[in-house]
């Protein structure tokens, strides 16, 4: 009982938990790890649904078939280059959005970060439509390094406005320098929209977000980034702990607080540009994921932040799965099916107890 | 007992002000900040009437609008100028007082109307509207019996009811009504961009014309609604707002110090909601007004919580202002003037974060 009250406890309850004795101890740990093992078997049944179901119904056993051995027919063309890119390009960018949002929110101590609020979206959006508007680039190899160029700048912006002054970001000045970013860089892409027929066509496409990928060497490009931004969100998880406790704390408990920023803004822009190149700014995963995380592991960031990740994969996949169910033969994109899914799971999870606050 | 409650009670270096039951702190920097405020909001609303392929000057403008001028400067005044300047004054100043009464009543600067969903709630209804008006034909001829105003209006005060209901249990915590806030925010910008990509590329067109907030052929039908909800929703906030230094503190205090925290919130919220969605249905979702003119006012009068009448002064001139380089700026092409807002607001917002540090430094 007082196990599954702790589930749900602000940081401050924790803290107080953390001198009683080590039984208890070993029993959260216990749990976390049985989540993670829970979670591990969540993605791995999200990626089969994801390869076995699709507009054209195969049958799991031809699927199964043309996985293993690929005879060049139609059903194995399908299930290869189409849905197994897909299945990865979900993992890898779901694992990357619920890791960024989980660091966002813990840097910016706001339950409401996502890559909207720090500049990074519309960053990456300025960038994708400019490419189209002046280079009349309009496929996804061509935009998709403006793209991850966009996201970074704006990232770096933010920051760098954040903590102007030598004394560091504190969380409320860099959400409100982050959208002031995002306003300055809403601003041209709107203009640049509505004077031009075509890039507001490539935009409103872009801009729902899917991960139907036509091009697998897309996962090659992007793959590189998206693993060294999950090792840097990772190896943050330390830092971001000893800020929880307040810059000052953290400082006297001799962490250098401007390079955990430094690692963790870095490791923000790396993902998020990657995850937007490819698959255009999906918007609920960053929001959601850390909080139902946080629902199973506290405010601890070690845990959150694979969890995060993990259940990032996870909720993109199945997300992605119903849109393909929903509409057949045509399909609704994974960013409009993550809202419509997700807000009423969110919403109804902020209302059925407290949350952890940050 | 009494005679302690009588005893005048100094505000150390202030002198409080007392007239009935009501009392307040004079303090001069705040009254400065709002005659600068106004001053500025004036001269941009007289520029506004002024400026154009039609010139006048702010004197002529000022003559015409005391019954001189011959019949062109009234037409020009009257007929096309004025009513669109007033439309911006309104709906900046319902933007600036809605985010003011959020942002402190959530204790959150990013809980402004734009990030709780009551203009992503108005614009879903709005594009919904364009997108199928002209080929669904039971919804386009509603869209045309009521008006696209009136649909942005029922969505925006749908969404904010729904926010509302949502966060409701046994009473309404802050911190989970910004949360089911960003909930219904995703959910109806994703229907927004989702709609967008259904719709014929001309009707997308349209509509993110209105998504980004547009004055272009604003008249006094306009105006009307927005200043009665403006002339109502006003003085109910600032009696609300009595209680808004006690909702600072968390809720048992709060409930401690005698007031009743869900009325007044529930009070100041609805009248945040109605005035955001009146502020949509008129010009459509302005962007960054309600974020930007609170926080705007509160760095600059160095306040503890943002001000609400001098957001919603800021919010006013901040409209104007960005009206004015719509029109006059960019040649004979017109920018929608949610983007000159954005223009206008976001480099100051970020000069005074920037500012702030300088003088904690020193």
């Given at each position: 009982m007082s196990r599954s009250g702790t589930v749900g406890s602000p940081p401050g309850t924790e803290r107080e938990a953390a001198p009683e004795p080590a039984p208890r101890l070993g029993a959260r740990r216990r749990r976390r790890l049985l989540g993670l093992a829970v979670l591990f078997g969540v993605l791995v049944v999200s990626c089969l649904l994801s390869v076995a179901i699709g507009a054209k119904s195969i049958p799991l056993g031809d699927v199964w078939t043309s996985l293993v051995a690929?005879?060049?027919?139609e059903n194995s063309l399908i299930v290869w280059d189409l849905r197994l890119p897909r299945t990865v390009v979900g993992v890898l960018v779901g694992a990357a959005l619920g890791l960024a949002g989980a660091l966002m929110q813990g840097h910016t101590r706001n339950p409401i970060a996502d890559p909207g609020i720090l500049g990074i979206t519309q960053g990456a959006a300025l960038a994708v439509v400019l490419a189209v508007y002046s280079f009349g680039i309009s496929s996804l190899y061509g935009y998709i390094w403006f793209g991850f160029a966009g996201a970074l700048l704006g990232a770096l912006a933010v920051f760098a406005i954040g903590s102007m002054g030598g004394a560091g970001a504190t969380p409320v000045t860099l959400a409100l320098a982050g959208m002031a970013i995002s306003a300055l860089l809403q601003a041209p892409t709107s203009a640049l929209v509505l004077s031009d027929q075509e890039s507001l066509d490539t935009y409103r496409f872009w801009k729902?977000?899917?991960?139907?990928?036509?091009?697998?060497?897309v996962i090659w490009q992007v793959l590189p980034f998206v693993v060294a931004g999950l090792v840097l969100g990772l190896a943050n998880a330390s830092g971001l702990n000893a800020l929880a406790l307040g810059e000052d704390v953290a400082r006297g408990l001799g962490h250098r607080v401007q390079w955990t920023r430094r690692l963790g803004v870095l490791a923000i822009a790396v993902l998020v540009g990657a995850s937007a190149a490819v698959?255009?700014?999906?918007?609920?995963v960053g929001l959601v994921v850390p909080h139902i995380a946080r629902y199973f592991t506290g405010a601890d960031h070690r845990w959150l932040l694979p969890f995060s990740a993990l259940l990032g994969s996870s909720l993109v996949l199945l997300a992605d799965v119903v849109g393909r169910m929903v509409a057949r033969p045509a399909e609704v994109q994974v960013g409009v099916m993550l809202a419509m899914v997700g807000a009423p799971f969110f919403i109804a999870l902020v209302r059925r107890r407290k949350l952890v606050r940050l | 007992m009494t005679r302690v409650l009588d005893a005048p009670q100094q505000v150390p270096g202030r002198s409080p002000l007392r007239l009935g039951r009501v009392s307040g702190v004079f303090r001069v920097r705040p009254m400065l900040v709002l005659l600068g405020g106004l001053v500025v909001l004036l001269g941009g609303v007289l520029l506004d009437i002024g400026l154009g392929e039609y010139q006048l000057s702010p004197g002529q403008v000022l003559v015409t609008l005391f019954g001189g001028g011959d019949y062109a400067d009234q037409y020009v005044v009257f007929g096309l100028r004025m009513p669109r300047a007033l439309t911006a004054v309104l709906v900046g100043a319902a933007l600036g007082l809605a985010g003011a009464i959020t942002q402190a009543v959530a204790r959150n600067p990013l809980a402004s109307p734009d990030m709780l969903g009551i203009t992503s709630g108005a614009g879903a209804a709005a594009v919904l509207v364009i997108v199928f008006g002209g080929t669904a034909g039971a919804l386009g001829g509603l869209a045309e019996a009521v008006g696209l105003p009136v649909v942005a209006l029922v969505g925006g005060l749908l969404a904010g009811f729904a926010i509302y209901g949502l966060a409701y249990r046994g009473g309404v915590d802050s911190y989970r009504i910004v949360l089911v806030g960003v909930g219904i925010t995703a959910l109806a910008g994703n229907a927004i961009y989702w709609l967008l990509t259904v719709g014929d590329v001309n009707d997308a067109g349209r509509a993110m014309v209105w998504l980004t907030g547009s004055l272009n052929a604003r008249g006094w039908d306009h105006v009307v609604p927005t200043a009665i909800a403006l002339a109502v929703l006003l003085p109910m906030t600032l009696v609300g707002a009595h209680s808004l230094g006690a909702l600072q503190f968390d809720d048992d205090t709060v409930r401690g110090i005698g007031v009743r925290v869900n009325l007044a919130r529930g009070v100041l919220l609805l009248a945040a909601v109605v005035l955001a969605s009146i502020a949509t249905a008129a010009a459509g979702p302005v962007q960054f007004v309600a974020l930007a003119a609170p926080q705007i006012a509160l760095r600059l009068s160095r306040s503890s919580r943002p001000p609400l009448v001098a957001s919603l002064v800021f919010g006013g001139a901040l409209v104007v202002a960005a009206d004015l380089l719509s029109r006059t700026a960019f040649g004979a092409a017109e920018m929608p003037v949610g983007i000159v807002t954005a223009i206008l607001g976001a480099p100051y917002l970020i000069y005074l974060l920037i500012r702030r540090y300088r003088e904690d430094r020193a």
């Open positions: 690929p005879a060049g027919s729902v977000g899917s991960i139907a990928v036509t091009d697998p060497g698959c255009g700014p999906i918007s609920f | -």
